[in-house]
């Protein structure tokens, strides 16, 4: 499952071919990081220090969709961190968790193509379809 966590590929592995219960998080939130990590397995990385603007943030996905043989599902509505009050770094990656602050990655950290600066007055906003994970 090309951006599912283990841990959500172990879920829904349980789920479907043993009958085990998977609760379904109430809500997902996008975090940002300035390092990768030890991805699927564990931690995603060096996510960016909680506070001077920046927080994990609650995102909506649409319906999954066929891309080119591979279901998909991407932001549906633009997701906005806020505007930094301090230098928070390089931001290189994101993460889809399911809880606001500790909890679970449910995707492995998706690098993006240009890392940027989160510095003071910058206030990162992913627009609708921007923030694709595939199950391909």
Not at 22 to 31: G, I, K, L, R
Not at 105 to 116: E, H, I, Q, R
Request: hydrophobic letters at 40%.
């Amino acid at each position: 499952m090309a951006d599912a966590s283990d841990y959500l590929e172990t879920a829904l592995l349980n789920h479907v071919f043993r009958n085990t219960a998977m609760t379904s998080p109430a809500a997902v939130y996008v975090a940002l990081f300035t390092a990768d990590g030890a991805g699927e397995t564990g931690t995603p990385g060096t996510e960016v220090v909680a506070g001077d603007g920046y927080a994990r943030v609650e995102a909506t996905f649409g319906a999954p969709s066929d891309d080119s043989g591979e279901m998909q599902v991407a932001n549906s509505a633009d997701v906005e961190f806020g505007k930094a009050t301090a230098d928070k770094g390089t931001v290189t990656h994101w993460c889809v968790m399911d809880a606001p602050t500790g909890g679970n990655p449910l995707t492995s950290p998706k690098a993006f193509a240009t890392p940027w600066d989160y510095d003071t007055n910058v206030q990162p906003v992913f627009e609708a379809g921007n923030l694709t994970v595939n199950l391909g």
